[in-house]
């Protein structure tokens, strides 16, 4: 009996179509997935004008990668960590790079490695149904896939915020924020994608026409504001702190409501996710995407095989009873230099992911 592939294959003329094929998995990203795009997604770009990526049923573009088989086996010898996060790199940048335009609909949940199928690529198309998320720091990983790139450029100390609390923009904020480049109705997406695939010249002015086109004729409010405007302040003073102690006492002093409940917020989460990510993004901001991608690799090549990964995992996405026990428990016992000493360090010649 035949199953349906991971994923979907669709040339038309010059153009082509790939489909994230997991639905009842919220197209999670597996290692198999990694070894159907690359290889096709090298080959076209030499011999078609222009890529669509998108995920198929009605509920996510990708919620992530299969981080529980990651965690599962991370003290294996042949644990897969070992090779996905480093082919998922790979193919991260091959999307940075791409020579020729690349455009993903990013419709209903769009989280951790679903980001790094899209966000890199020149064309982002969210929806009223796109759920966007970094949420790895309560799970014991970090915002990886190309994350130390693009959340620092995201403007002002919002990628910061996005990267330490996970919080997740809906919809037009996924705009608003800069994670997509265009907006249109779930219910138009199809058409869409029609009319970009019988663009006869895939030009990127007439990419640019019939993404604005279908923007402008959707239902969304476009005078609304910014969930996050209210308090954009108070992010950029409060996550402007040189350490993650400093941000957790600026939200102390600042005694908001908001500022108290987003105290509660970091405090559920790995210290070591906190400080690592931090860090990250403070480094991520004065590099290219294949520095970033090369240091993030140094990180998770450490990271995924340690506690809490494996605790995170147990605790939100196994027993959901989301009580995770860190090791260590607190911010106080991993000083800044063991934290870059520790994860940030090179690896030897042979483990480095060199672009």
């Known amino acids: 009996m035949s199953t ?9 003329g010059d153009k082509g179509v790939i489909t994230l094929n997991r639905p009842k998995a919220l197209n999670a990203f597996n290692y198999n997935m990694i070894k159907l795009i690359y290889p096709t997604l090298k080959e076209w770009e030499h011999n078609k004008s222009m890529v669509i990526i998108k995920g198929a ?13 990651i965690a599962d086996t991370a003290l ?54 796109t759920l966007f998320a970094m949420p790895e720091t309560g799970i014991g990983l970090f915002p990886d896939v190309g994350g130390s790139h693009f959340l620092p450029r995201l403007g002002g100390r919002l990628g910061m915020y996005l990267a330490l609390t996970g919080h997740r923009l809906k919809g037009w904020d996924v705009l608003k924020a800069g994670v997509a480049t265009h907006m249109c109705d779930s219910s138009r997406l199809g058409d869409l994608e029609e009319a970009l695939l019988k663009l006869e010249n895939a030009y990127p002015e007439e990419i640019q026409a019939t993404l604005d086109l279908y923007q402008k004729e959707s239902s969304f409010n476009k005078n609304e504001p910014f969930s996050l405007q209210p308090v954009l302040p108070k992010i950029q003073s409060c996550f402007s702190g040189r350490s993650v102690e400093e941000i957790l006492a600026n939200l102390q002093k600042d005694g908001s409501e908001w500022a108290q409940k987003h105290v509660q917020i970091l405090s559920r989460m790995s210290p070591t996710s906190l400080k690592v990510t931090y860090e990250q993004i403070e480094r991520g901001a004065h590099l290219t995407l294949q520095e970033c991608l090369s240091m993030e690799y ?3 090549y450490r990271i995924f095989r340690e506690h809490d990964l494996r605790e995170g995992v147990r605790a939100v996405l196994i027993d959901k009873d989301h009580k ?19 994860y940030f360090s090179p ?7 060199i672009f």
């Not at 349906?4 to 038309?12: A, G, N, Q």
């Open 4 to 12: 349906e592939p991971d994923v979907l294959f669709k040339e038309v």
């Open 57 to 69: 049923g009605e509920k996510a573009f990708c919620a992530g990668g299969d981080v529980r088989a």
């Open 76 to 129: 294996d010898e042949n644990a897969i960590g070992n090779y996905f996060f480093r082919e998922e790199y790979i193919l991260n940048c091959l999307i940075g790079t791409l020579h020729v335009p690349y455009i993903a609909l990013i419709d209903g949940i769009t989280m951790g490695g679903g980001v790094g199928l899209s966000v890199h690529g020149q064309y982002r198309v969210g929806t009223e149904r």
């Open 298 to 300: 140094r990180i998770v």
């Open 324 to 342: 995770p026990k860190w090791n260590p428990a607190t911010l106080a016992e991993l000083p800044d230099s063991d934290v870059v000493k520790r």
């Open 347 to 353: 690896l030897t010649p042979e483990q480095e992911l």
